[in-house]
């Protein structure tokens, strides 16, 4: 019994001591209602410190009470009656006689009780603590929800406050306005002052008839209100025309006036008539070389390849397939492929051929505007675009407006009385009355047509000096730099082929070399005997003494030059050569040294080089070629070897006979056009490839207005280009044209 009264004292104690921390609460709750997160942990940790000295506190009361007697208790009175008052003043003395036993159940039974009730009250803390957090956190959303209904509120009242302004203001500016306009109309409209008067007055009158009788009779209320109605309709109409009369004005005013309207008449008809401007769709589009499909990006060129025609698209030359090229880059750069080229015609072939460009704007298909087939500028008013000759204005109505014009014959000529002249600026045939476009088609017509000779036409009484050191033609005015390419100007142009002789004949006429001896201090190093100009004067000199035996002979040393120098270093002349056959050269013809081919050398030395070399370097000649391709035809045509074909760069490389960009994967090889592609394959591996068209069902029209090949899809600029393309291409054989 004592045990249980001290157990139940002690809890009594502890929910004692505890209620100031309520209480704590409590006012935490009434006076601050913002107790945050962190202060109810605080709390938490503050009860369970308390619970932890309670229970210290009941374990060194139990142990005491098992170690001291009761007469020890009774000694310390003040410590016994805070401990067991009970048990004192009742007397009961029942537990000095109790089983050790006993009492330590007994003791055990209190602890255990006594944690179960230290569990409770902190469970029951922790509950308080919560429920106190929730209502903290309760109290934190009113205030805030508080806070923004006020800042609502407030806004509102601002936003009224603004509203309320600004209707102010626009009142304001509309009695401004209304003033204004009340002044304007009083000056201007003056005179209809009376007007009004009056007819405010006859209104005032019927109205107070309609009033006065009203009153007697009712039934004729509504039909007076009527007439009044009507009345007021008439006058504000009058009044509406009387306002829109013009002012007194000056004679100026009045024109400007007149010249508005005029203005707005021709701008009402001008937006009557249909609109045939030309709407350019882009600048340029990619188009498919297997069928007529054009797309405006080349991704979108791409998935037409995978869709349509089952192809994978790869291209070693460009680089970056997002970017598109600029087509007009001053530089010619191409950013796709990283690649400059050095000019315009180049750039574009390359835009054309890799990138599938087509550069030519796409017009709208709802364009009313018809270009002029026999327009004297050629100009395309279509695409508001110039061309310099005939021949590209009717090509490009042919190809882009899809026009059919027949091509240009010329059948007779007109004027046969009258020749061309030949050096015409403008390329105009006055004869045949035709501009044509380059000086090589002129030149040609005149010669073909009309029988042109141009030596005697021009300077029949003059000829051109085949011999002139400076190789000019006195006929054409023109200088040419080496004089192989002066004589055949005068053998195509002049007819003058009387130079052309043979090496036989020359050596044969002795005569002519006695006659005609070359200069030995001549600036150019020009041999007028041999017509032969070197680039040195050692060649020159060399020259003289091996072909005319002209100045000392070499004098001969003790050391003879050595064939097979492997720096090509003449000892006995104290010179160099840059290759072997310059070498060899100068010891047969300066020193006289009987040397054997090196087809003889090969043969008897039985040395070959090696084809397959590296480094390309032939060890019979003892030379280095740049390049594969030179080192293979050294060995064919220098040492007669019979070689197989060369080794691919990727030998087990598959290749793509529908390639875009006509790539060669073993070679690692692009070629130029679908032909080349095509006798690559054919030729070098073997393939059997049939040259494949584009429409190969189509039928071919010979006499074709527009000069467009059926199965190829290609559009021609003249017949004779049309022609010759049927003739070879596909094997067509055509009547000769006659002239008629």
Not at 524 to 531: A, G, H, L, M
Request: glycine share 2%; proline share 5%; aromatic share 8%.
């Amino acid at each position: 019994m004592r045990l249980r009264s001290s157990k139940t004292r002690t809890a009594d104690e502890t929910k004692r001591k505890a209620l100031p921390v309520d209480t704590s609460l409590d006012q935490g709750k009434s006076n601050s209602a913002t107790t945050s997160g962190s202060e109810a942990v605080n709390q938490e940790k503050q009860v369970h410190a308390l619970i932890m000295v309670k229970g210290k506190n009941r374990e060194n009361c139990v142990v005491k009470s098992e170690d001291e007697t009761p007469h020890d208790n009774a000694a310390k009175g003040e410590r016994s009656e805070n401990t067991l008052p009970e048990h004192i003043a009742k007397g009961e003395d029942q537990a000095l006689h109790q089983d050790p036993a006993d009492r330590e159940d007994a003791v055990a039974e209190y602890m255990a009780k006594g944690e179960e009730e230290d569990l409770n009250a902190q469970q029951a803390l922790l509950d308080h603590a919560a429920i106190q957090q929730e209502e903290n956190q309760e109290l934190d959303h009113q205030r805030a929800h508080t806070d923004t209904f006020v800042y609502e509120a407030t806004q509102g009242d601002r936003m009224d406050v603004d509203l309320e302004q600004d209707t102010v203001f626009i009142k304001e500016e509309e009695a401004e306005a209304n003033q204004f306009k009340d002044v304007m109309d009083m000056d201007a409209f003056g005179e209809t002052e009376e007007m009004n008067t009056s007819t405010n007055d006859a209104m005032d009158m019927e109205k107070k008839a309609v009033n006065g009788n009203a009153e007697n009779d009712t039934a004729l209320r509504a039909p007076m209100d009527n007439n009044v109605k009507t009345l007021i309709r008439q006058i504000a109409h009058e009044c509406r025309l009387w306002n829109r009369a013009p002012e007194p004005a000056s004679w100026d005013q009045s024109m400007v006036e007149d010249q508005e309207e005029d203005m707005e008449i021709a701008i009402k008809e001008e937006t009557k008539k249909p609109d045939v401007t030309l709407e350019l769709v882009s600048e340029y589009i990619y188009q498919c070389r297997k069928c007529p499909r054009q797309t405006r990006s080349f991704m979108a060129l791409l998935d037409h390849f995978s869709a349509d025609h089952k192809l994978n698209y790869k291209s070693r030359a460009i680089r970056k397939m997002h970017l598109e090229p600029n087509i007009n880059d001053p530089n010619f750069y191409c950013r796709a492929c990283e690649r400059t080229f050095q000019v315009d015609r180049k750039y574009r072939d390359h835009l054309k051929n890799v990138h599938y460009i087509v550069l030519r704007p796409i017009l709208d298909k709802n364009s009313d505007i018809i270009p002029d087939i026999d327009d004297p500028n050629n100009y395309c008013c279509s695409c508001k675009r110039k061309y310099t000759d005939k021949f590209l204005y009717r090509s490009h109505l042919r190809k882009f407006h899809k026009m059919e014009i027949a091509a240009i014959k010329v059948k007779t000529v007109k004027n046969p009385e009258i020749q061309p002249e030949w050096e015409d600026p403008h390329f105009y045939c006055r004869s045949c009355n035709y501009k044509y476009p380059s000086r090589y088609k002129y030149h040609e017509h005149c010669k073909t047509i009309h029988r042109m000779n141009l030596t005697t036409l021009t300077h029949p009484d003059v000829a051109p000096d085949p011999h002139h050191p400076d190789n000019y033609c006195i006929i054409c005015n023109r200088s040419y730099k080496l004089r192989y390419y002066y004589r055949e100007h005068l053998a195509l142009f002049h007819g003058n082929t009387d130079f052309f002789r043979s090496k036989k004949r020359n050596k044969q006429s002795s005569a002519s070399r006695d006659e005609i001896q070359p200069d030995i201090n001549d600036p150019n190093f020009y041999c007028r005997v041999c017509d032969r100009k070197y680039a040195r004067k050692w060649s020159y000199q060399c020259h003289l003494v091996s072909a005319h035996h002209i100045g000392k002979p070499f004098k001969k040393t003790s050391l003879e030059p050595e064939e097979d120098d492997p720096n090509y270093f003449c000892r006995a002349c104290g010179r160099g050569y840059n290759s072997r056959d310059t070498y060899r050269n100068h010891l047969r013809k300066v020193h006289h040294m009987q040397l054997k081919s090196l087809k003889d050398i090969a043969k008897e030395s039985g040395e070959l080089p090696d084809p397959f070399d590296p480094n390309f370097y032939c060890r019979v000649c003892k030379v280095t070629k740049p390049s594969v391709k030179s080192y293979r035809n050294h060995c064919t045509y220098a040492h007669y070897m019979v070689l197989g074909p060369a080794p691919f760069i990727n030998p087990d490389a598959e290749i793509d006979v529908n390639s875009l960009v006509f790539y060669c994967a073993k070679c690692d090889k692009h070629l130029a056009n679908k032909q080349k592609f095509t006798k690559h394959l054919n030729e070098v591996h073997q393939m059997g490839i049939e040259d494949r068209f584009v429409y190969p069902d189509a039928e071919i029209d010979i006499d074709s207005p527009t000069l467009t090949c059926a199965k190829c899809g290609i559009t021609f600029s003249d017949r004779y280009c049309y022609r010759r393309h049927l003739k070879h291409k596909h094997k067509l054989n055509l009547p000769s044209r006659l002239a008629s």
